[in-house]
């Protein structure tokens, strides 16, 4: 599978931003999806993850309730939904296919990224 982000960009906070990641390959719809994100110098962390089937999701505390993941297999993509985005989400964003786990190992193939800029 080959994935490609992009959807980012720089906004104000409060504002949102929705990225993408498109796959490549009809074997989509057999992974978990997620998105991370890695700050310079910092580990890469987890934010989303959602089933193959799209049924389950799981966030990271610090965006529930204001990032939502979704996913059209039809499509082969999946979107991060990101409202009330503050400062502190400024960073590279990235997709990722894998297994539905929170852990960056748990994940096969990854995006190139996309950057996030939220400005205050």
């Known amino acids: 599978v080959q994935l490609q982000a992009s959807g980012g960009g720089l906004v104000q906070a409060g504002g949102s931003l929705r990225p993408s990641c498109a796959a490549s390959g009809h074997t989509f719809s057999s992974y978990a999806m997620g998105w991370f994100r890695q700050a310079p110098g910092k580990e890469r962390e987890f934010v989303a993850m959602?089933?193959?089937?799209?049924?389950?999701?799981d966030y990271v505390h610090s965006v529930k309730g204001r990032f939502t993941i979704s996913r059209d297999n039809a499509k082969n993509t999946v979107d991060l939904q990101m409202n009330s985005l503050k400062p502190e989400d400024t960073t590279v964003y990235y997709c990722?296919?894998?297994?539905?786990?929170?852990?960056?190992?748990?994940?096969?193939?990854w995006g190139q990224g996309t950057l996030v800029t939220v400005s205050s």
């Open positions: 990722a296919a894998g297994a539905y786990r929170r852990e960056v190992d748990g994940y096969a193939y």
């Open positions: 959602i089933t193959w089937n799209g049924v389950n999701t």
